[in-house]
Nanobody
Framework: QVQLVESGGGSVQAGGSLRLSCAAAGAISSRTCVSWFRQAPGTEREWVATYRRADTTVSYADSVKGRFTISQDSAKNTLYLQMDSLKPEDTATYYC??????????????????WGQGTQVTVSS
């Protein structure tokens, strides 16, 4: 079992920044992938970024590449999502998710067994 708790959401104006945190506890291993997803009302859950613990690689969706940055504090088992140059279309509930895999990390929500409660990000124009 993996427990995830997100924090750091809020409301900002376009062009602003926020940093989300995902604190993980439980069965975290080198095979764990931790991803951020987001979901706006009336839309499907969208993959944002992934941190692969096995080789510490990071990948981003094209929509956030160059604006969002993942970092991690291994001592705290916490993953961060620094979001800069925010746009109104970034408005969504952001979720942290974890999966234990043998191969590459996936970008589809059903692949992830563990989810946090979500944190709201609102960007006004």
């Amino acid at each position: 079992q993996v427990q995830l708790v997100e924090s750091g959401g809020g409301s900002v104006q376009a062009g602003g920044s926020l940093r989300l945190s995902c604190a993980a506890a439980g069965a975290i291993s080198s095979r764990t992938c931790v991803s951020w997803f987001r979901q706006a009302p009336g839309t499907e859950r969208e993959w944002v970024a992934t941190y692969r613990r096995a080789d510490t690689t990071v990948s981003y969706a094209d929509s956030v590449k160059g604006r969002f940055t993942i970092s991690q504090d291994s001592a705290k088992n916490t993953l961060y999502l620094q979001m800069d140059s925010l746009k109104p279309e970034d408005t969504a509930t952001y979720y942290c998710a974890a999966a234990v895999v043998w191969g590459p990390c996936g970008t589809l929500a059903p692949l992830y067994a563990y989810w946090g409660q979500g944190t709201q990000v609102t960007v006004s124009s």
